[in-house]
């Protein structure tokens, strides 16, 4: 059956078991931890002490309203993990970079035993910042999309990108499939970014798909390894050129009018052609890449 939806590549596609759909999510997720629960480190007793927050860049987004101050303060009577602090302020450690603490690099195991003045940076790829250790990873084109950000999904497969989405998959099958394939998980769920399996990942800020794909794009620096039209934006394997006397049966008598080449799926066998909606999709490509630029 033809299908020439707005804002999709123009496809034919055979029908998939939810089975095979599923195949991909399958075997054991580890269960999810909890960062914020104290370790018994941490509960050992000190006098009490105050660490002080600025945020830079972005990184406020994760505050509440009324926190969004330049004094950001908290008082803590026992020996507590930077990350631990960090996170207590809504502020997932997928998204902190660089972390100065009385303007000392340290990593997210950093203990807290007395006053301090802790700076925190975002990932930025130009960040003046970057004599310093950072915590994260720079480039990453792998990616797990939680199943509220479909639209997200489909826009990276269409650029080329490798992703894992499904939308009925759990936080414990994300965060599985993440560990397992080595892939970063966007999500704007800032709880399930606390979980201390998660190495990489990002919260869009936006709520709306254009800006999101732009933001992925610029936070893990894809720029130049967007590969349009390589992928399956159903099933996410590659596709391959295929002759028109290949497919030729299963075409739409118009399509077998007026296409030449064609494209199909190494997975699901979608059928892919530059029909109607082509032009479309490459000039919202474009904008994309200018908006990235
Ligand atoms: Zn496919």
């Given amino acids: 059956m033809a299908v020439c939806a707005a804002g999709k590549l ?37 006098n009490p ?15 509440r309203s009324g926190a969004r101050s330049p004094g950001i303060e908290r008082s803590l009577s026992e020996k507590t993990s930077v990350k631990d602090v ?32 802790i700076e925190l940076y975002p990932v930025v790829t130009s960040s003046p910042k970057l004599k310093y250790k950072r915590l994260q ?14 639209k997200l999904a489909r826009d990276l497969r269409l650029l080329g990108f490798d992703v894992a989405y499904d939308p009925r998959a759990e936080d414990r099958q994300l965060l599985g499939t993440m560990e397992r394939e080595n892939r970063a998980l966007l999500t704007r769920d800032r709880r399930l970014l606390m979980h201390a ?12 798909a254009d800006e999101q794909i732009v933001e992925v794009i610029r936070r893990f620096d894809l720029l130049g390894s967007i590969a349009p039209f390589t992928r399956c934006i159903s099933c996410n394997a590659s596709l391959r050129k295929v002759s028109k006397a290949e497919i030729i049966e ?44």
């Fill in 137 to 150: 990873i720079a480039g990453c084109d792998r990616f797990v999309v939680d199943g509220h950000l479909g």
């Fill in 49 to 63: 002490f105050t660490v002080r927050l600025k945020l830079h860049g972005d990184l406020d987004f994760f505050l």
């Fill in 197 to 208: 399996v998660v190495k990489t990942g990002y919260c869009p800020r936006s709520q709306n």
């Fill in 86 to 117: 960090i996170e207590s302020f809504g502020l997932p450690h997928p998204e902190v970079d660089v972390i100065l603490i009385n303007a000392r690099p340290v990593d997210f195991d950093y203990a807290l035993t007395n006053d301090a003045d």
């Fill in 10 to 46: 123009t496809a034919i596609t055979e029908k998939m078991s939810l089975s095979d759909r599923a195949s991909s999510w399958g075997g054991p997720a580890r269960p999810p931890s909890n960062t914020l629960t104290p370790t018994r480190e941490s509960r050992i007793d000190v």
């Fill in 250 to 293: 299963r075409l739409e008598p118009l399509t077998k009018i007026y296409y030449d080449q064609f494209q199909c799926c190494t997975g699901c066998g979608q059928i892919y052609w530059a029909g109607s909606h082509f032009s479309k999709l490459q000039k919202r490509l474009e904008k994309i890449r200018a908006y990235c630029a």
